[in-house]
């Protein structure tokens, strides 16, 4: 199991929750998404997507009315069709002391974002040492002939896929600390609209697969 505890506000807003929910699990916001709450749709538009009203930025948690132990559905990527199951645990008194969402425990690394759906991830960890073990096999034989290193690693290693991503991936890698740096990040900068909180999200993932600012 793959999962996340996290403390948020009541008034953070559907659109924030679903920046937050993609922080968290180590996503970039790639495919289609939706919130199922009781019986309504609710999520963050993309283009060829589904069509939700303006709600998605004033209807906040403590708006809803979740009971403790309720659930929410959060749909994301419809192809691969990969549902996550979110819980109100517990509802705490105000903390002035809370200016951004704090991701509290987690267990494993999410799953890459391209994977497509349960069965393909089984399959992926599968077959991921075996992959990682011939990656490396072949960068130590790489570094051995180091007068032979003007040639392209990505052309050298032949294997499937995106090999870097294979070499690196830990399923049972999580970093509390991570998350909550990109979090802080999300929140100092997202503004008051959907499109300043989309920015905001867009640099946090920049500066985490580039380490540089985008603008």
Wanted: glycine share 6%; hydrophobic share 35%.
């Amino acid at each position: 199991m793959i999962w996340r505890r996290f403390q948020v506000s009541s008034d953070t807003t559907i659109a924030e929750l679903h920046y937050i929910v993609q922080l968290i699990m180590g996503w970039q916001d790639t495919y289609l998404n939706c919130f199922k709450i009781y019986g309504k749709d609710y999520g963050v538009y993309h283009d060829s997507g589904l069509m939700f009203s303006d709600e998605q930025i004033s209807v906040s948690l403590q708006d809803l009315r979740l009971r403790v132990n309720g659930k929410l559905a959060y749909d994301y990527n419809f192809t691969a069709n990969w549902q996550h199951a979110i819980r109100l645990e517990k509802v705490l008194p105000p903390d002035p002391n809370l200016k951004h969402p704090v991701c509290l425990a987690g267990k494993r690394a999410s799953l890459p974002e391209d994977i497509s759906g349960p069965e393909r991830y089984d399959q992926f960890i599968n077959h991921l040492y075996s992959t990682q073990l011939k990656v490396w096999t072949r960068l130590g034989a790489i570094l051995a002939k180091q007068q032979k290193l003007k040639i392209k690693t990505s052309e050298t290693i032949k294997v499937k896929g995106n090999w870097l991503a294979y070499l690196l991936f830990d399923p049972e890698y999580f970093n509390k600390k991570e998350v909550n740096e990109a979090l802080a990040q999300l929140y100092q900068n997202k503004g008051t609209t959907l499109q300043s909180l989309q920015e905001s999200f867009q640099q946090v993932i920049w500066e985490r697969e580039y380490g540089e600012q985008l603008y």
